[in-house]
């Protein structure tokens, strides 16, 4: 049974380290395509990177760019603001988003979110939804502990010395909710 959970993890572990390097060598692909002036080849390349579940702030850049130099403002808007999505506090992505609306004749200025808005989508975008996950997981595993030192279910180990694991407990189930409202997001 081991070593058939062992086969499993091994090749899960190739798998994914195939997708992710065959992925880099389209982005590659395209970005070759792109510096070549072959702006409509590239866009098929990073369109079908985006179509499989591709998240990365920098393809919807780089779809934006391509998208804008080939006068489809529209498109380029978009995907700048699918960028924005994972990436909301970068200037970058903002000031090219203001560009693209700048070309539109008679276009109508979006009005200013409220700051704690985009305070709020800068905290969510800090990790992805996995990630805060973990950290909540981490610090509920640690509460967990905390606790069973102080119920003498276990014994002191190092940094665990029974202090209140109510702190360690809240923190990973507010952790967790963040987590989850990152990924409905």
């Not at 058939?4 to 993890?9: D, K, N, P, V, Y």
Request: charged share 15%; with cysteine; glycine share 8%.
């Amino acid at each position: 049974m081991k070593s058939i959970l062992i086969f499993i993890f091994c090749t899960a572990l190739n798998i994914s380290s195939f997708a992710s390097s065959n992925t880099a060598k389209l982005n590659e692909a395209a970005s070759a395509l792109y510096t070549e002036g072959k702006y409509a080849e590239a866009l098929g390349i990073w369109y079908g990177l985006a179509a499989s579940g591709n998240t990365d702030a920098n393809l919807f850049f780089d779809i934006g760019n391509a998208e804008s130099i080939l006068g489809h403002i529209p498109e380029a808007i978009l995907a700048y603001e699918r960028a924005a999505k994972w990436r909301p506090g970068d200037r970058t992505i903002q000031e090219a988003i203001k560009k693209e609306r700048v070309k539109i004749e008679n276009a109508v200025i979006p009005v200013n979110s409220f700051f704690l808005i985009d305070w709020y989508d800068n905290i969510m975008a800090m990790f992805r939804p996995g990630e805060w996950v973990w950290l909540a997981l981490l610090l509920l595993g640690m509460g967990i502990m905390q606790w069973l030192v102080k119920m003498e279910a276990i014994r002191k180990i190092g940094w665990i010395n029974g202090r209140n694991p109510l702190y360690f407990i809240g923190t990973g189930m507010l952790l967790l909710i963040i987590g989850v409202l990152s990924y409905n997001q």
